[in-house]
C-alpha cells in the first residue's frame, strides 16, 4: 500500500496523471480564478480531481484505488499544475480589468501601476 505506482508502468502514469490530470488541472486552475473565486476553492477541487485520476488508474490499469502515497503524489502535482494556471489567468484578468490601477510585472505577477 505505501509503494508509489507499483503495479503502473510509467507511460500509465504520464498518460493518466501527466496528460490527462494535467489538462483538467490546467483547466480548471483558469475556471476558477475566471469565475473570481478564491484560491481555496481551487483545493478542494483538486482534492476531488486527485480521486478521480486515481480511480482511472484503478479502471482502466487495475491498480490500488486505495494507494495514499500515490494519491498524495497525484494530488501535488495537479496542485501544482492548477496553482500555475490560476496565477497566469488572475495575472491576466487584473491587468486586464483593472488597467488604471495594475501593470504586468511577469507572467505571474502585476504591480501597482505608477503615477505619470
Same mark, same amino acid.
Given at each position: 500500500m505505501w509503494e508509489?505506482?507499483?503495479?503502473?508502468?510509467?507511460l500509465q502514469v504520464l498518460l493518466v496523471t501527466g496528460a490527462i490530470g494535467g489538462a483538467a488541472a490546467w483547466l480548471t486552475g483558469q475556471a476558477i480564478a475566471q469565475t473570481w473565486r478564491p484560491y481555496w476553492h481551487l483545493v478542494v477541487y483538486i482534492l476531488l480531481l486527485g480521486a478521480a485520476v486515481r480511480f482511472v488508474h484503478f479502471a482502466l490499469f487495475?491498480?490500488?484505488?486505495?494507494?495514499?502515497l500515490s494519491y498524495i503524489v497525484d494530488t501535488l502535482f495537479l496542485l501544482a499544475v492548477s496553482s500555475l494556471s490560476f496565477r497566469i489567468?488572475?495575472?491576466?484578468?487584473?491587468?486586464?480589468?483593472y488597467p488604471w490601477?495594475?501593470? +504586468? &510585472?511577469g507572467l505571474l505577477r502585476w504591480r501597482d +501601476? &505608477?503615477?505619470?
Open positions: 508509489l505506482y507499483a503495479t503502473e508502468t510509467p487495475e491498480a490500488d484505488l486505495l494507494a495514499l489567468a488572475r495575472t491576466s484578468q487584473m491587468v486586464t480589468q490601477l495594475y501593470e +504586468r &510585472a +501601476r &505608477a503615477a505619470k
